[in-house]
């Protein structure tokens, strides 16, 4: 009998909720012992399961350099999500990773300015990067974070966002909202018009992730300024089941974007059959 | 080279399963299909079993683990039990290819311990195909029906089977059934074996051909006008995926037995609607993108990621079944240009 079976998972037990916006909370994950459940790269995900209800693959929203615990930024939107909004402090729920590969932050991304650029609970899976950067602040260029959601009440994140992240040296955050809103005085408009506007020098490595939407507009934004696309990252999300390559699911031209995403290079997405 | 008659066939399952459990197909009324052998069961004739052989390795239904929960607690049973050795007779080339088809999916990093655990413990005794049928085209993907391989290969000729042992397991099996067996020569088995390639040469899908299939061949055939009317009959009923020895998607879902709750695993098919569907969207919205994704991972994603491999094995049971006669022949034959000679 082999012992090591990918597809069982560990106990964790949710220890802190955090209710972000309207519909997405962020829950903190640690095994019933206290300690994180294992270690991720920056992009990785975990699929977390209720016992009866299902399981799903989320992307790991802390960074690994908290040592403490993981989070998940989930938004509320089928059976596994809304049954996790329900939960309470010290429900347990079962987790098995990390999957997929990473963004290359200790080879390309090194010495690089970053210029990320996220649209709604897109955040979540760039939270990880971008507070992987800010611990390893000075192996990594200027910092440029483009961040958008429908209103001022829907960035997941914000605390954390004008807390830390404004306030940190060589990092410039720019916010948008979809519509103008009581009580926000900052910008308003969609985020590929945003980017364009804001008009990034060419030299910068661009990490992408939002709605399949915000990403294709995006993508033409930033080419319209000059970026090719071997310097533009995103991260993909399709129905997963084994998390491991093996299930079929999310097979799209010869890659699995569990194991072989679910970061690309845009060059690379190209080169995919055109389904996403 | 072991013989033993065909009048004496048997005794020589019973030889065998004394020593574990043997299964290998036996006629039903709806065609044969494998059954653990007992006294009075008889080898059927029918060339193939109607589903394939992977439910062995890869079984249509399997309970992966169960959770006990109280309150706010889970805990999660490991419910894997050791499996002890058993004897498959009768497997045809075609099946006996498509596990190391399925061992590519399967056995590679990580592996997967449930199907791990029922490959190792396996003894693959294959038989030849003396009657070939019309639906036949394993000779295109570079397989010979008449050297079957796995553990132990069996040719039948003038009243007996041959069995030649071709792996170490293959040996200690026959080693253990020595006494139900007789020493043979190898002459009749090897001129039944040219009999049979001579029988392969004249099938209707002799021809047959993969040289315009494989990987990186994705935008050749992708975007092909080809694909509407090849699916425009496909009911997505997935049974060709059901009956493919090679076709290896799952679903994992979980089950409350009122006494707890268990995850189990089943065959899933990329032929149906929800199978890419999430809760924002589906990427596959019509059946000619999930048809073309079955034929597309098949001829061109699977070599691509296996060394030229590809995933199917010409076993011709999609031909038998599928209720709208399409398949992957046709497949081939309309992508690929006129048949080719």
Do not use: H, M, P, W
């Given at each position: 009998m082999n012992n090591q079976e990918p597809l069982i998972p560990k106990v964790g037990t949710i220890t802190d909720v955090r209710i972000d916006t309207p519909d997405v909370k962020t829950f903190r994950v640690l095994t019933p012992d206290g300690k994180k459940a294992f270690d991720h790269k920056p992009g990785q995900c975990a699929m977390l399961s209720i016992p009866g209800v299902g399981e799903a693959m989320f992307s790991i929203t802390s960074s690994p350099t908290n040592t403490e615990y993981m989070e998940f930024s989930i938004k509320k939107c089928g059976c596994v999500t809304e049954w996790l909004h329900q939960a309470e402090v010290g429900q347990q729920i079962t987790i098995r990773g990390p999957y997929g590969k990473p963004f290359p932050v200790d080879t390309v991304f090194k010495g690089q300015d970053m210029l990320f650029i996220a649209g709604g609970i897109g955040l979540a899976p760039l939270r990880s990067v971008i507070n992987y950067c800010r611990h390893y602040r000075d192996q990594y260029g200027k910092i440029d974070i483009v961040y958008g959601s429908r209103s001022k009440d829907d960035l997941v994140d914000y605390k954390e966002i004008i807390d830390e992240w404004c306030n940190d040296d060589g990092i410039n955050v720019h916010l948008t909202i979809d519509n103008p809103q009581e009580g926000w005085d900052g910008h308003v408009g969609f985020v590929p018009n945003y980017v364009k506007e804001l008009?990034?020098?060419?030299d910068k490595t661009a990490i992408l992730c939002g709605p399949p939407i915000m990403i294709k507009f995006t993508l033409q934004g930033l080419q319209d300024l000059g970026f090719e696309k071997t310097q533009i990252y995103t991260t993909m999300e399709l129905k997963m089941k084994c998390?491991?390559?093996?299930?079929?699911?999310?097979?799209i031209g010869a890659k699995y974007v569990c194991k072989d995403g679910p970061v690309f290079r845009c060059d690379e997405i190209d080169e995919l059959p055109d389904e996403y | 080279m072991r013989k033993i008659s065909l009048d004496s066939l048997a005794a020589f399952f019973e030889a065998v399963s004394a020593n574990m459990p043997l299964y290998l197909p036996v006629d039903g009324k709806e065609g044969a299909s494998y059954k653990k052998w007992e006294p009075g069961a008889t080898y059927s004739?029918?060339?193939?079993?109607?589903?394939?052989?992977?439910d062995f390795f890869f079984p249509q239904v399997e309970n992966m683990m169960a959770f006990k929960t109280e309150g706010k607690n889970i805990e999660v049973l490991d419910i894997r039990e050791d499996v002890g050795p058993f004897a498959i007779f009768g497997v045809r080339a075609c099946d006996a290819k498509s596990f190391s088809i399925l061992d590519r999916v399967f056995l590679s990093d990580p592996v997967d311990s449930f199907y791990k655990n029922r490959r190792d413990n396996a003894v693959i005794i294959t038989v030849a195909c003396s009657r070939p049928l019309e639906t036949c085209f394993c000779k295109a993907f570079g397989i010979d029906a008449a050297a079957p391989g796995g553990d132990v290969e069996c040719v039948m000729a003038e009243g007996n089977v041959y069995l030649e042992a071709k792996t170490e397991k293959g040996e200690a099996f026959l080693k253990q059934v020595e006494a139900a067996t007789e020493a043979a020569d190898a002459k009749a088995a090897e001129a039944e074996q040219a009999k049979i390639r001579e029988r392969i040469e004249k099938l209707p899908l002799a021809s047959l051909s993969t040289d315009r299939f494989g990987g990186g061949k994705t935008k050749e055939y992708f975007d092909s006008p080809l694909w509407e009317e090849l699916s425009a009959?496909?009911?997505?009923?997935g049974t060709c995926t059901f009956v493919c020895p090679t076709c290896q998607c799952y679903d994992i879902k979980d089950y409350n037995t009122g006494k707890g709750v268990q995850r189990f695993r089943c065959w899933d098919s990329c032929m149906y609607s929800d199978f890419t569907k999430m809760a924002h969207g589906n990427?596959?919205?019509s059946q000619k993108e999930r048809f073309r994704q079955r034929f597309m991972h098949k001829l061109v994603y699977f070599p691509e990621n296996n060394d030229?491999?590809?995933?199917?094995?010409?076993?011709g049971r999609c031909l038998a079944k599928c209720p709208i006669s399409m398949n992957i022949v046709k497949v081939m034959k309309t992508l690929g240009g006129a048949e080719r000679e």
């Open positions: 008009g990034f020098s060419t998390g491991v390559g093996k299930c079929g699911r999310c097979n | 004739k029918a060339l193939n079993t109607n589903k394939s052989a992977k009959n496909c009911l997505g009923c990427i596959r919205n030229e491999i590809f995933g199917c094995v010409g076993c």
